[in-house]
């Protein structure tokens, strides 16, 4: 569960399972925008608790092997745990965006 192997491998399905995930899954933020894409898919990654037992499965019957079943819990534990942080840091990025708006639309009215 801790060898280098699973944790690199695990590594790389992370990124799979946040792209995979918010490719399809941000297309149905409305209006779409980057913002919403970002927090809607950022919010919907934090689903993977069936990864779990689809793995477990999977290594039951043979079709995973230790490494291969360590990397995939890997992957779904650390995408699952990121998943509130990436949603908290959208949130962010569209205050941002929403109070430098605001500010360059209060500059203009003082113009």
């Known amino acids: 569960m801790f060898s280098g192997h699973a ?6 399905l992370t990124l799979v399972a946040i792209v995979g995930k918010m490719l399809p899954l941000g ?4 209006p779409l925008t980057l913002n ?3 927090k809607f898919s950022f919010a919907m990654n934090g689903r993977g608790e069936f990864s779990f037992l689809i793995a477990k499965e999977a290594k039951e019957q043979g079709i995973l092997n230790s490494s291969d079943f360590s990397a995939t819990i890997w992957g779904a534990f650390v995408s699952s745990l990121l998943a509130p942080f990436l949603f908290r840091w959208a949130r962010r990025r569209e205050s941002l965006h929403h109070y430098s708006a605001d500010v360059q639309k209060n500059n ?3 113009s």
């Open 7 to 12: 944790i690199g491998k695990g590594a790389i």
């Open 27 to 30: 297309l149905f933020a409305k």
């Open 36 to 38: 919403n894409f970002l």
């Open 108 to 110: 203009m009215n003082m």
